[in-house]
């Protein structure tokens, strides 16, 4: 192994991890704020300094925080030191939660990098989810959820607390987790909840723990549906 690092794909390896986070991270970091020193002695308006943020700086970090999980607070972070340069580093005048909404709603469509963040790794299921299992950049997740059923989990009302304990890289964590925020929710109809996965779901559980059983998916037993009968009562084993 080198004695420093090594570069590939545009990511730095090394040994140290806080190594790896200053030069996959806070080095750019510090590119974005140079950026940002670079257009606040000009002369511009609001619109003209957002369009700063998300084409000039914003995009220095996009990449890495695309495939890698950026250090604890580094949203916060970056946050900090856009929503300054937009305001000429003077306090805010709008707050932040309507100056990210949408034109039509009355914001600004300015850019959250918390939010862009997670909007990075929510992508990531669709590749999964479409990929053929014998790509070998997927080998790792699959094995890693094997347990759960492989990409199975992202159809699944999950809650990631509640599953069986993962062997999971901290990357495909916290895309499970960002998925889970997005997709999770409690049906309540009676034909939501007859559609529901059975696997993985937070709220079949089993000693407090969702579960997966391989041969009952094999077998078609897929949603609470499949264990009824035509009077929706639950089939027996007999």
């Not at 140290?16 to 991270?25: A, V």
């Not at 974005?32 to 000009?42: A, D, Q």
């Not at 062997?167 to 559609?195: C, G, M, R």
């Not at 949603?223 to 084993?237: R, V």
């Amino acid at each position: 192994w080198p004695e420093h690092y090594v570069i590939a794909l545009g990511i730095a390896f090394s040994c140290c991890k806080d190594f790896c986070e200053k030069l996959n991270f806070y080095d750019k970091l510090n590119k974005l704020e140079n950026v940002l020193n670079l257009w606040s002695i000009r002369s511009l308006s609001l619109i003209g300094r957002i369009n700063v943020v998300k084409n000039l700086a914003i995009s220095k970090l996009v990449y890495n925080s695309s495939v890698l999980t950026p250090p604890k607070d580094f949203a916060q972070k970056v946050n900090e030191r856009i929503f300054k340069f937009i305001w000429n580093y003077k306090p805010d005048k709008i707050k932040r939660n309507t100056l990210i909404r949408p034109l039509c709603k009355g914001g600004l469509n300015m850019v959250n990098f918390e939010m862009l963040e997670k909007s990075l790794k929510a992508a990531w299921v669709k590749r999964l989810a479409d990929s053929p299992d014998n790509s070998n950049w997927k080998s790792a997740f699959l094995e890693s959820t094997k347990a759960v059923g492989g990409t199975l989990i992202l159809q699944c009302n999950y809650n990631f607390k509640n599953l069986l304990r993962l062997d999971l890289p901290q990357f495909y964590k916290d895309v499970l987790e960002t998925w889970q925020t997005l997709q999770s929710h409690e049906p309540k109809e009676a034909n939501d909840i007859k559609k529901e996965l059975i696997w993985n779901n937070q709220f079949i559980t089993i000693d407090d723990k969702s579960f997966f059983f391989n041969t009952w998916h094999k077998s078609g037993v897929n949603q609470i549906a499949d264990l009824l009968d035509e009077n929706n009562k639950f089939l027996t084993f007999n």
